[in-house]
């Protein structure tokens, strides 16, 4: 019962350490986006900003079109 009144809670009832970890995956997803985006030469600042929104789509897709297509052009 105690994880079903966990999830029923609103945004405001919700104890400090949710947010500060909330804040440190955002943050340290969007830190290192911007940093690899930026060594790849693919848009780092969209990367990093479409880091802070969500998590981990935007993870998801910059390891799937941006590593991937990167990875194809090193080859070439």
């Known amino acids: 019962m105690a994880i079903l009144d966990f ?6 009832d919700l104890p ?12 340290t997803q969007s830190t290192w986006l ?9 848009n780092h600042w969209f990367w990093g900003i479409i880091g802070l929104l969500r998590f981990p789509e ?5 390891v799937f079109l941006v590593r ?7 080859e070439s």
């Open 16 to 27: 400090i350490f949710v947010y500060i970890l909330i804040f440190t995956l955002l943050f």
């Open 58 to 62: 935007p993870l998801i897709f910059y």
């Open 7 to 12: 999830l029923n809670t609103k945004v405001n």
């Open 68 to 74: 991937k297509i990167h990875k194809r052009k090193k």
């Open 34 to 42: 911007f940093i690899d985006s930026r060594k790849r030469k693919a």
